[in-house]
């Protein structure tokens, strides 16, 4: 291979630009790889590969010649390039003032994602997804220490080396993660249709940021913080010493010491249970306020005396493909505070929201007669089930009944739905077998589902969504009881990121292809805000656009249908 090289006179580094034009003719149609670029002085440096180190090498040229070095690697017609974290690539020719193409790009991060996804229960977050992580998982090497090859080689021979060797192993990941994803059915698909092209999107959003109202907040900022530490104290005096309210395995002590309601280990705290626990226990609910206040509270410490904030916003964080917010979280933000979120002068937001985005899909997945007919009537799903409720000797409430909605959804437990509701046990458990006998197709289907996993090989188990999304249970033994609300959580989910990341695409597209000055700022899991100028006649216009796209992109059994936040 190397002979290869010196025939085609591309040598190890490329330091001038008749050399650059050599690299670009000689890609032209190959699949090849580039490390993340990095400026060092008034020059730029990147690794190139197609195979192994031997085959690769390392451009190092002045910024100035940065615009036609993207121009003349990055639009090789009939070229895939394999990139590790792609966003960051992308942003980073940004700051230097250059628009790349993102055709034929493709993320070996987002790829590993997609094959086997991050689990909490097994302490995996993003950094699974590292180059060094991702080297050792599935190539089966050590990634090397970086202060050894300077030692070696010098510097900054080690840095040229260190590049060549980083593209080296993009191309290796990207060859490998290519055959796994095209051999595991739809992924590839999502690779390159769905995630991909995703990709720019969001790099966008966090270029371009969302605004601040700075006044609204200095005046709100401190008495947050005064209430903040009041609810505190008064919480903290009734469990005897310090914890912290955002902790689930503190927030569980706390209830179990000072409410006698001790949860599993496998239980997941959140707002709404806390909300249904304070209507027995007064002190749960200025511990569900307390959350809340300190979720506005670091919102503000990052806000603060700043017009701008410039969230990131990661694809390779959730266990089922969801789109997460952090730096700051803003999806975690209070409903009540994002009115500290501003469009920016002359400009109003449009928020446009999925309605029962979770019951749809899962009406379209179970074929439930029952639910179907609702969404196919256009009747309002929580009155029906409060209404069903009823009719079988179950007094509940239009709230009631969504929360209980939601627990089909997400799969709770009798002892969840107690807490959520704040009813008794016995009366829970009569709510849960009432509602199989109100929705029967639903149980049936999400048991078939765990059923299928069930019969997998350990090591090859998942679930996986219409679209070949999957989640992993690959460990030996038989499932658990938690693995097994996991699954039926995740056939929904899954289906919900696929429907939200491809109208996401068709969105974007439809506001380009109608030159709308419109923008995607802020995704909300089933909601999407849009920044428009603060005319009639145009936000008139965009808010056709916007949900005649989000009601049609994706066909399904029962009709999607959008709301106005």
């Not at 966090?206 to 109202?213: A, K, M």
């Not at 089909?408 to 077998?433: F, Q, R």
């Not at 995740?490 to 109208?503: H, I, P, R, S, Y």
């Not at 920044?531 to 145009?538: A, G, I, Y």
Request: net charge neutral; hydrophobic share 40%.
């Amino acid at each position: 291979m190397r002979d290869k090289l010196i025939e085609m006179e591309i040598p190890l580094i490329i330091n001038n630009s008749s050399m650059l034009l050599s690299l670009s003719k000689f890609m032209q149609g190959k699949t090849f790889a580039i490390s993340p670029p990095i400026q060092l002085g008034e020059s730029f440096l990147v690794g190139v590969s197609w195979g192994s180190l031997e085959s690769s090498t390392c451009v190092r040229l002045p910024l100035s010649v940065l615009p036609s070095f993207s121009h003349s690697l990055f639009r090789v017609e009939g070229s895939h390039i394999y990139v590790h974290s792609f966003k960051e690539i992308i942003e980073w020719f940004a700051h230097r003032k250059i628009k790349i193409a993102s055709n034929g790009f493709l993320d070996v991060s987002i790829a590993a994602c997609l094959l086997n996804p991050p689990e909490r229960d097994k302490g995996e977050d993003y950094k699974k997804f590292m180059l060094k992580s991702l080297v050792w998982d599935w190539l089966g090497q050590t990634y090397p220490f970086l202060p050894l090859e300077i030692r070696e080689h010098g510097c900054p021979e080690a840095i040229y080396y260190r590049l060549r060797q980083d593209a080296s192993y993009i191309w290796a990941l990207g060859d490998h993660l290519w055959e796994e994803l095209f051999a595991a059915g739809n992924l590839d698909y999502l690779w390159q249709e769905v995630e991909m092209p995703l990709v720019p999107i969001l790099a966008e959003m966090e270029l371009e940021g969302i605004g601040l109202h700075q006044e609204w907040i200095s005046r709100a900022r401190w008495g947050v913080e005064r209430a903040c530490l009041l609810v505190c104290q008064d919480v903290e005096q009734a469990y005897g010493k310090v914890f912290n309210p955002l902790s689930d395995d503190d927030v569980k002590d706390f209830l179990g010491k000072t409410c006698g309601e001790w949860l599993s280990a496998s239980e997941d705290i959140n707002d709404d249970m806390l909300k249904g626990l304070s209507k027995s226990h007064p002190v749960v609910r200025k511990l569900w306020i307390w959350r809340r206040l300190q979720r506005a509270r670091q919102f503000f410490a990052t806000a603060y005396e700043k017009d701008r904030c410039y969230p990131t916003w990661w694809m390779t964080r959730a266990s089922v493909g969801r789109i997460i917010c952090t730096d700051p979280p803003l999806q975690s933000v209070p409903r009540a505070f994002r009115i500290f979120l501003s469009p920016g002068e002359g400009n109003v937001f449009i928020k446009a929201d999925f309605s029962a985005f979770q019951l749809r899909l899962l009406a379209h997945l179970s074929g439930d007669k029952v639910l179907t007919q609702i969404f196919s009537g256009g009747g309002d799903p929580h009155t029906e089930t409060m209404r069903r409720l009823q009719a079988r000797g179950i007094s509940v409430t239009r709230n009631d009944a969504k929360v209980i909605n939601f627990s089909i959804c997400y799969d709770g437990t009798a002892w969840s739905l107690k807490n959520n509701l704040g009813v008794p046990l016995e009366e829970a458990h009569k709510i849960m077998d009432e509602l199989k006998q109100v929705y029967p197709s639903i149980v049936l289907f999400l048991d078939s589902v765990v059923a299928e996993v069930a019969k997998q090989n350990p090591p090859e188990r998942h679930v996986q969504s219409l679209f070949g999304r999957r989640r992993c249970f690959n460990h030996d033994g038989a499932l658990t009881a938690r693995e097994k609300r996991q699954i039926r959580n995740a056939v929904v989910q899954m289906l919900e990121v696929d429907v939200f990341k491809q109208t996401i695409l068709a969105v974007h597209r439809a506001i380009k292809e109608e030159r709308l000055p419109v923008r995607i700022a802020l995704l909300l899991h089933d909601a999407i805000w849009f920044t428009c100028p603060r005319d009639t006649e145009m936000v008139r216009r965009a808010k056709e656009v916007i949900v005649n796209v989000m009601e049609t992109t994706v066909k399904l059994d029962v009709p999607l249908k959008v709301e106005w936040q």
